[in-house]
């Protein structure tokens, strides 16, 4: 890395759509013969045991859409939303948008959010009393993460009515993915409060949890933010990405410090923003042999970028020492 001390972005391609998949010969089975334009919405192609049943039951059916890029629906999102009687969205526009790039019906169509959802909650159950199957989406990746999904979750739980959850996208573990921080243990903490000092004494409460932290957060407010973070949290190793799955994805890694400074004079970027923050850094500063196995064992399959960014990352140690001990070592070695 040739300035390690500068927090710096990468930007991923994106798949417009599906591609054809490489050749290899002959295909031994009938789930490998598939190519992605044979594959139906009602899995009519897929081996038996990956079918989805043809005719769904009363009951609720939390489905996660993509969190940007269309093409990430699932196969089993896509025959949910086709067989449901009602479905529940934030914001009709953007799930009507969905719908018809994937030649749905949107007329079955509901809002159901936070401003409504005790209203909207009370005939939603109703429709499900009277033996209707209601599909509940969000505008974006896994319901009931950030909205109020949980409340009809509960109610049904409370009248004995199905809940059942169809998988799919979420910023929270695409983000993960993206920071390559550790994801053994991490905690979701949602959006932090607007006002400072709210969010200062909020950043608290967290600050001794031992885990990856992710966080969600407006554009606006991103640079003071990170700015409270560093205060607050410390020098500890972050992630911000926005606009994931999209055509302008991007992914920026460094310090807190780091990008509080970037993103002050940067200012608010565009899109939506998840941001992750790696847990307390330890008090206990590795040696230097401590530091030269580490790199040793990173060169063996990584770049001395990627293994210095790494390691300076896990031990909190400056990335430009880390980079010029791991570029010293892969000189000795000649790896």
Same mark, same amino acid.
């Given at each position: 890395?040739?300035?390690?001390?500068?927090?710096?972005?990468?930007?991923?391609?994106?798949?417009?759509?599906?591609?054809?998949?490489?050749?290899?010969?002959?295909?031994?089975?009938?789930?490998?013969?598939?190519?992605?334009?044979?594959?139906?919405?009602?899995?009519?192609?897929?081996?038996?045991?990956?079918?989805?049943?043809?005719?769904?039951?009363?009951?609720?059916?939390?489905?996660?859409?993509?969190?940007?890029?269309?093409?990430?629906?699932?196969?089993?999102?896509?025959?949910?939303?086709?067989?449901?009687?009602?479905?529940?969205?934030?914001?009709?526009?953007?799930?009507?948008?969905?719908?018809?790039?994937?030649?749905?019906?949107?007329?079955?169509?509901?809002s159901y959010h936070e401003h409504n959802a005790d209203k909207m909650g009370s005939r939603i159950i109703e429709q499900l009393k009277s033996g209707?199957?209601?599909?509940?989406?969000?505008?974006?990746?896994?319901?009931?993460?950030?909205?109020?999904?949980?409340?009809?979750?509960?109610?049904?739980?409370?009248?004995?009515?199905?809940?059942?959850?169809?998988?799919g996208p979420s910023a929270v573990t695409n983000a993960l993915v993206l920071a390559g921080l550790p994801t053994d243990r991490f905690m979701y903490c949602g959006f932090?409060?607007?006002?400072?000092?709210?969010?200062?004494?909020?950043?608290?409460?967290?600050?001794?949890?031992?885990?990856?932290?992710?966080? +969600?957060?407006?554009?606006? *407010?991103? #640079? =003071?933010?990170?700015?409270? !973070?560093?205060?607050? &949290?410390?020098? @500890?190793?972050?992630?911000?990405?926005?606009?994931?799955?999209?055509?302008?994805?991007?992914?920026?890694?460094?310090?807190?410090?780091?990008?509080?400074?970037?993103?002050?004079?940067?200012?608010?970027?565009?899109?939506?923003?998840?941001?992750?923050?790696?847990?307390?850094?330890?008090?206990?500063?590795?040696?230097?042999?401590?530091?030269?196995?580490?790199?040793?064992?990173?060169? +063996?399959?990584?770049?001395? *970028?990627? #293994? =210095?960014?790494?390691?300076? !990352?896990?031990?909190? &140690?400056?990335? @430009?020492?880390?980079?010029?001990?791991?570029?010293?070592?892969?000189?000795?070695?000649?790896?």
């Amino acid at each position: 890395m040739a300035q390690p001390k500068k927090p710096h972005a990468t930007k991923s391609q994106k798949n417009s759509g599906a591609h054809e998949p490489e050749k290899h010969g002959k295909k031994s089975s009938v789930s490998r013969s598939l190519d992605a334009q044979q594959i139906t919405a009602d899995g009519s192609l897929l081996p038996e045991a990956s079918k989805p049943p043809q005719q769904l039951t009363q009951g609720l059916y939390i489905v996660a859409t993509p969190i940007g890029n269309a093409a990430d629906i699932t196969l089993r999102a896509l025959h949910v939303l086709k067989s449901a009687d009602v479905i529940a969205c934030e914001d009709t526009r953007v799930t009507r948008k969905l719908l018809q790039i994937h030649g749905l019906d949107s007329s079955r169509l509901v809002s159901y959010h936070e401003h409504n959802a005790d209203k909207m909650g009370s005939r939603i159950i109703e429709q499900l009393k009277s033996g209707k199957i209601v599909a509940l989406v969000s505008d974006a990746g896994t319901p009931m993460i950030n909205d109020p999904g949980y409340r009809l979750a509960e109610t049904c739980r409370e009248e004995a009515i199905a809940v059942e959850s169809i998988p799919g996208p979420s910023a929270v573990t695409n983000a993960l993915v993206l920071a390559g921080l550790p994801t053994d243990r991490f905690m979701y903490c949602g959006f932090p409060p607007p006002k400072q000092g709210k969010r200062r004494t909020w950043l608290g409460g967290v600050i001794a949890v031992d885990a990856t932290l992710v966080f +969600l957060e407006s554009p606006q *407010r991103l #640079a =003071s933010s990170l700015a409270d !973070m560093a205060d607050v &949290l410390g020098p @500890r190793a972050a992630c911000v990405t926005r606009e994931m799955t999209k055509m302008f994805e991007e992914v920026r890694h460094g310090t807190l410090p780091e990008l509080a400074a970037h993103y002050a004079g940067a200012g608010a970027p565009k899109g939506e923003v998840t941001l992750v923050v790696g847990g307390p850094i330890s008090d206990e500063t590795p040696d230097n042999d401590d530091i030269d196995a580490r790199l040793r064992t990173a060169l +063996l399959s990584e770049s001395v *970028r990627e #293994a =210095s960014q790494r390691i300076a !990352m896990e031990t909190g &140690l400056p990335r @430009r020492d880390i980079y010029n001990r791991a570029l010293a070592l892969k000189a000795e070695t000649g790896q």
